[in-house]
């Protein structure tokens, strides 16, 4: 049902893009192209420690392009959900990063083990897709951050939105404070590590 949801919600940015996008493949003119996908919001640090499958901090340590299809494998070959039985073929451009896991606060992976993190966006040909308020979402290699997840069992993990599910620290595992204007408009959760301890710790 998690991915069901997820699939939903991106219908709209799917059908916005579909005629660039083909429309890309047969130009040698670089294209840039502005993504719009709407995700849950989330009021407190509570909420987000709840709706979590996986709660990690770590550093990112490469990233790479891809197209991802990520309707439901079973919806093909259920009669009953897909009668006609034909299969959505339709892909999303993601940015595949690779992170090392420091501490893992929710979730089965352990300290030093890596986990695929994919953000919608990415350079697919010649065609670069970027996230509205793309300076307050985008993620940085050899940066280190917490991150709030979904997680799947054949697709790299989400983030919970691109906004409110991932927050830098520095080396003395302080959070950097949100510089942007937008983001801090968009996000109101501020919190130190200490705090996302008690929580996580009182919910076990």
């Given at each position: 049902?998690?991915?069901?949801?997820m699939?939903?919600?991106?219908?709209?940015?799917?059908?916005?893009?579909?005629g660039?996008?083909l429309?890309?493949?047969?130009t040698?003119?670089p294209q840039?192209?502005?993504?719009?996908?709407?995700?849950?919001?989330?009021?407190?640090?509570?909420?987000?420690?709840?709706?979590?499958?996986t709660?990690?901090?770590?550093k990112i340590?490469?990233?790479?392009?891809?197209?991802?299809?990520?309707?439901?494998k079973?919806?093909?070959?259920?009669?009953?959900?897909?009668?006609?039985?034909?299969?959505?073929n339709?892909?999303?451009?993601?940015?595949?990063?690779?992170?090392?896991?420091?501490?893992?606060?929710?979730?089965?992976?352990?300290?030093?083990?890596?986990?695929?993190?994919?953000?919608l966006?990415?350079?697919?040909?010649?065609?670069?897709?970027?996230?509205?308020?793309?300076?307050?979402?985008?993620?940085?290699?050899?940066?280190?951050?917490?991150?709030?997840?979904?997680?799947?069992?054949?697709?790299?993990?989400?983030?919970?939105?691109?906004?409110q599910?991932?927050?830098?620290?520095?080396?003395?595992?302080?959070?950097?404070?949100?510089?942007?204007?937008?983001?801090?408009?968009?996000?109101?959760?501020?919190?130190?590590?200490?705090?996302?301890?008690?929580?996580?710790?009182?919910?076990?």
């Open positions: 049902m998690k991915r069901k949801s699939f939903i919600g991106l219908v709209c940015f799917v059908v916005a893009i579909t660039i996008f429309f890309s493949k047969n040698t003119t840039k192209v502005t993504l719009s996908a709407d995700y849950p919001k989330y009021d407190s640090l509570e909420n987000l420690v709840d709706r979590a499958d709660i990690i901090k770590g340590i490469g990233s790479t392009y891809s197209e991802l299809n990520i309707t439901e079973n919806k093909s070959d259920d009669e009953f959900l897909n009668p006609r039985g034909e299969k959505d339709s892909t999303i451009p993601y940015t595949i990063f690779t992170v090392e896991i420091e501490k893992t606060y929710k979730g089965n992976a352990g300290q030093k083990d890596t986990i695929q993190i994919k953000q966006g990415g350079t697919i040909g010649n065609t670069e897709y970027v996230l509205e308020d793309e300076a307050d979402a985008k993620l940085e290699e050899g940066k280190k951050y917490v991150f709030f997840l979904e997680t799947y069992p054949d697709s790299p993990a989400s983030l919970l939105n691109p906004i599910a991932s927050y830098e620290y520095d080396d003395n595992d302080n959070i950097i404070s949100n510089k942007q204007s937008i983001q801090s408009e968009q996000n109101k959760i501020n919190f130190k590590m200490e705090d996302l301890d008690h929580i996580v710790n009182r919910n076990k």
